[in-house]
């Protein structure tokens, strides 16, 4: 197999091919160190390479295949034994720094891992490094003023959204095999609609979300990226926690007839044509194949948005002051993320208090809306615009501007404020070539659900172009 292939094989399909003993764990590191070396400097997706410690647990991960095959082990080592993956920067590392993308925290070295960091190392993961991303996760273009910008691999001169956007680029442009990151709000998967990869969001409690920099703790959620729905469910699969009676999951084959909610208000009030085409082609598509959709609404929707900007704005700014870096570090801070921390002190209490109370009863509206209309999953696109220019401050839709920002998190944040897993795919191109993304919804532990959910859309819809990267 020619190593452009091999750099975007599946993780399922990599793990037959090392028990075929076709290529080892140790070649595949070095192919992503290699390629990491040659196309990075064009993309900056990394912020620190881990090469020695990602070769070491290669070569770990290659010796216990090896006693397997000898009959000296019987246990399988399972699906990501070997396996190169990247991970946010600010995802705890031990004895590997942890910026969270900041000029804070550029030495930070931690002394344990994160518990999801924890359990990929014991599944025998190779970790090759620690990706860019917006500053302390506070942005959604992982435009760093500190260690450069992130680019998107489809478009050198656009972003990769964020605030995960080194994960994603770097897994579109094959340079790992999947990756993990946060979502505050939108944090997987508006860099990965941006990107053209799939990036899942899991619901309340299901990922740990310890030893993490945190941005809003009662917003962020850890969660996988991947360029397959199938690779995403494998990440996940390892690193959830698992009620008493949950088997491990495997996705199914069987084919069945979903019920998708597609909201009436909010969601398509401001989006580019190209989006919105996008999105109607594949829903065609699916009601091809034999689904079905209802127009639904959801009670306290308009609310969720500035619901929650106060929940974050306050929560942040919170930390910084608790951590001791804000305001007496300022100078410090970007100048967005130093603004939004300014705007957090003037959240006042009852604001605070009363986001949480629209926080509740927007929960309260989505579970009543899935439960009453016998849906499988709301769906809505990802983002209202493709990936913008570095710098774009402003989009046009319909003749008028937006906030690019705004426009970026509008349709992604309801789902971090519902606590619900959401997770997006790939539906489509625009007529410049940039990824456009669908978002399904479902929820409280139904994560399983939503990757059968997206598995079938997967095959039904698929993205098979890759980015022009020389």
Not at 120 to 135: P, Q, R, Y
Request: positive net charge; aromatic residues 8%; contains cysteine.
């Amino acid at each position: 197999m020619a190593d452009e292939q091999l750099a975007f094989t599946s993780i399922s399909q990599l793990g037959r091919l090392f028990r075929a003993q076709k290529v080892s764990p140790v070649e595949l590191t070095q192919l992503f160190l290699e390629r990491i070396r040659r196309i990075d400097p064009k993309l900056n997706a990394f912020i620190t390479i881990c090469e020695e410690s990602a070769l070491l647990q290669a070569k770990r991960a290659e010796a216990r295949f090896a006693r397997r095959q000898r009959g000296k082990a019987t246990r399988d080592p399972g699906p990501l034994h070997g396996i190169p993956l990247s991970l946010k920067d600010n995802l705890y590392t031990k004895d590997i720094r942890t910026t969270g993308g900041s000029k804070i925290l550029l030495d930070f070295v931690p002394l344990h891992d994160a518990p999801v960091v924890s359990t990929l190392k014991n599944a025998g993961a190779v970790i090759l490094g620690k990706t860019n991303m917006h500053e302390f996760a506070y942005g959604v273009t992982t435009d760093n003023p500190h260690f450069g910008a992130t680019r998107n691999p489809w478009d050198f001169e656009r972003i990769p959204g964020g605030s995960s956007g080194g994960s994603a680029a770097a897994l579109a442009a094959g340079l790992c095999c999947g990756s993990m990151g946060t979502d505050t709000g939108g944090s997987i998967r508006i860099p990965s609609a941006l990107c053209g990869v799939v990036g899942l969001k899991p619901g309340l409690g299901r990922v740990k979300a310890e030893g993490v920099i945190p941005l809003s703790v009662t917003l962020d959620f850890v969660g996988p990226l991947a360029r397959t729905v199938e690779d995403v469910a494998l990440l996940f699969d390892l690193v959830s926690v698992r009620g008493d009676r949950e088997k491990p999951f495997k996705l199914s084959s069987r084919k069945r007839a979903f019920t998708f909610g597609i909201p009436k208000e909010f969601f398509f009030d401001v989006i580019d044509e190209q989006v919105s085409a996008a999105f109607e082609t594949a829903m065609k598509q699916l009601k091809k194949q034999g689904h079905k959709f209802k127009f639904v609404s959801l009670d306290h929707l308009q609310a969720s948005e500035k619901a929650g900007n106060d929940i974050a704005w306050a929560e942040a700014t919170l930390y910084h002051q608790q951590a001791g870096w804000f305001p007496s570090r300022a100078s410090e801070y970007g100048d967005d993320v130093r603004s939004r921390l300014e705007m957090g002190t003037r959240v006042t209490a009852i604001d605070y208090l009363r986001a949480r109370e629209i926080r509740e009863k927007f929960t309260a509206s989505f579970h009543a809306s899935l439960a009453e209309n016998a849906l499988d999953a709301i769906v809505v696109p990802t983002t209202p615009i493709p990936a913008p220019r570095i710098g774009e401050e402003s989009t046009i839709i319909n003749g008028s501007p937006y906030p690019t920002r705004s426009l970026l998190l509008r349709l992604n944040r309801p789902a971090n404020l519902a606590g619900v897993p959401s997770i997006t795919v790939p539906c489509g191109l625009t007529q410049q070539g940039l990824p456009i993304g669908v978002q399904f919804m479902t929820g409280w532990t139904d994560e399983p659900l939503l990757l059968e959910i997206t598995y079938v859309f997967e095959r039904e819809c698929p993205l098979t172009a890759r980015p022009e990267l020389y």
